[in-house]
């Protein structure tokens, strides 16, 4: 599996991951990806400090976008995942213009000002021919630790009423819990970190999710692309 941080003007994914001091290397003709828990990562963020902006117009970044498939020596990929930004700008235009994409994953929160936002990416994806392979409905509830309450501080279902309107399957929900922030803080995610845990089976269960809905879209997308390697834009 590979993660491709398509996020060029707020790179995270290296933080997320406990790889913020991470220099890539190369050898001698491709960007080499850092590794972390099996994966191999590549983002703008190993290539720029902390607090330095990435000032760029269009042009600067699809270039970016590309040398990232191009230049770097990705190894053995059954999965290459795009962790994109948010909004529908410029990153989802030049991965349509650049690579076989096999579908997107939309992640939503249960309000309405999210799920306009959520609708927007759907129509984006189809507009560029992306089949979207589901949608998730992040931060769908808490959990109390103590009385396992649930409390549904910024709504109920709306993420699920949205996929059945737009008749996308929908992938799950992953509840507010405070070691996925502290994980993703800190560079352990709560999969590796808590497993067992609520937060950590929810999401196991959205991973073998998606897996499913990737079964079935690649299948369709090596027949049309000729097996190129399938790729998911999140």
């Not at 962790?83 to 989802?92: F, I, K, L, N, R």
């Not at 405070?178 to 803080?185: A, L, N």
Request: hydrophobic share 45%.
């Amino acid at each position: 599996v590979g993660i491709l941080d398509g996020d060029i003007y707020g790179p995270n994914v290296p933080i997320m991951l406990g790889l913020k001091d991470t220099q890539l290397g190369t050898n001698g003709k491709q960007i080499v990806p850092a590794e972390k828990y099996g994966l191999q990562v590549v983002s703008i963020g190993f290539l720029t400090s902390d607090d330095a902006p990435v000032i760029w117009r269009g042009p600067m970044l699809h270039g970016a976008i590309q040398q990232f498939f191009k230049e770097v020596a990705w190894k053995d990929l059954d999965y290459l995942i795009v962790d994109m930004p948010p909004g529908t700008g410029d990153v989802a235009l030049s991965l349509s213009q650049t690579v076989p994409v096999v579908g997107a994953v939309v992640v939503t929160t249960p309000q309405q000002v999210s799920l306009a936002d959520s609708r927007r990416a759907v129509r984006m994806y189809q507009k560029l021919n992306i089949p979207t392979l589901g949608m998730v409905e992040n931060m769908s509830y808490y959990a109390c630790p103590n009385c396992h309450h649930e409390a549904d501080i910024f709504g109920h279902g709306g993420g699920e009423q949205l996929a059945q309107t737009m008749e996308v399957p929908f992938l799950g929900r992953l509840p507010i819990y405070q070691p996925i922030r502290e994980g993703g803080d800190t560079g352990v995610p709560v999969v590796f970190a808590e497993p067992e845990s609520v937060a950590g089976r929810a999401f196991m269960s959205l991973a073998e999710r998606v897996a499913a809905q990737v079964s079935i879209a690649a299948h369709k997308a090596a027949v049309a692309n000729k097996g190129k390697i399938p790729l998911i834009q999140v």
